[in-house]
């Protein structure tokens, strides 16, 4: 069992970084291996307890259909007053995604081990950069999945419980595009992508045990699928310089094709042009604010172990 070093700080977590894994991070699919899965914070009782105390404006309940249904059969859900235990009882035998968005960052249990994560990231990658990061766990059912999507940060998924296999395709047409970014980043569309069923032969697929994380390079469109057990995972979303930097060439060529009719070409995230457009991008953001495009947030079934999806319908 691991735990806490003498003076109270969680010793390493990160356990194996190749050197394959060193040179390829950020720009390839990598794997690592760490040792979260062996703590006590990863016990059923610990994240029941965790779920109890997290607040709920951070937590999202959720589930959703199949492949063919894609990203809007996501629906929102209540938990009822289901104890932490209860509701993981229902997440191992339903179909239920439970988020607790920052729970690595704002929770005092947790929080020790996203600083050491954070930490051994850094160490094992000299050069390694973050300017903002958003961590949070996610606990779902072995037949859970999640649908392609780009996110605009970096992410690293470090596995914990339960078997589950990501799906990463090129980070290019058609699975994604400029232009798909560019309106993600202008909000005029969630991080959802169209999906082709054939499109599974051009990617690259991990699947992820217990002990194992992963990463690939920015905007790569991925998707998850559970393969079995309740799945415990950690995403961390990280902002780095590089990330900036791209997001603001993507975002002010996206101002330039929206306000000025103009038809930006180069996509390049380096050179002084480059840092030109993110100026000129931030300064954007700060004449023109948008409006996010929020995940649906209307709550239509209540959480209820006794069904075999692991929740019921709330009556209309
Ligand atoms: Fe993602």
């Known amino acids: 069992m691991n735990g806490t070093g003498e003076t109270g700080k969680p010793e390493k977590i990160v356990t194996e970084w190749s050197s394959d894994a060193r040179s390829g991070f950020r720009k390839k699919v990598v794997v690592g ?4 899965h062996q703590r006590p914070e990863f016990s059923d009782e610990a994240l029941a307890a965790l779920i109890e105390r997290h607040p709920r404006d951070l937590t999202d309940f ?24 209860e509701l993981l009882e229902a997440v191992r035998a339903g179909k239920l995604w439970i988020n607790l968005r920052e729970a690595m960052m704002v929770d005092a249990v947790y929080r020790p081990l996203f600083d050491r994560m ?34 605009v940060s970096e992410t690293i998924l470090w596995h914990v419980c339960g078997k589950k296999r990501i799906r990463i395709y090129p980070t290019a047409a058609p699975y994604v595009t400029d232009r798909h970014m560019e309106a993600i980043l202008h909000k005029e569309q969630t991080e959802d992508l169209p999906f082709e069923p054939a499109w599974d032969n051009e990617c690259e697929a991990v699947d992820l045990e217990p002990g194992m994380f992963t990463s690939w390079p920015l905007h790569g469109p991925h998707r998850v699928q559970n393969l079995s057990g309740m ?86």
Request: charged fraction near 25%; glycine fraction near 10%; charge should be positive.
């Open 118 to 151: 954070l930490a051994d990231m850094k160490a094992n990658n000299p050069g390694y950069r973050v300017l903002n990061v958003e961590s949070g766990i996610l606990i779902s059912s072995p037949t859970a999945q999640v649908f392609i999507h780009s996110d």
């Open 231 to 316: 799945n415990v995972s950690i995403t961390m979303e990280l902002v780095t310089p590089e990330s900036m930097l791209k997001n603001g060439v993507l975002h002010a060529n996206g101002v330039l094709r929206r306000r000025f009719g103009m038809d930006p070409k180069s996509t390049a995230a380096s050179g002084p042009g480059a840092y030109l457009k993110l100026a000129f991008s931030k300064m954007a953001k700060k004449l023109w604010r948008h409006s996010k495009p929020l995940p649906k947030s209307e709550t239509t079934f209540e959480i209820d172990g006794a069904s075999p999806t692991g929740f019921r319908d709330k009556a209309a």
């Open 33 to 36: 291996r760490h040792d979260l």
């Open 62 to 85: 959720c589930t959703m259909g199949d492949l063919t249904d894609g990203a809007d059969s996501w629906r929102a859900g209540d938990p009822g007053d289901l104890s932490g235990l």
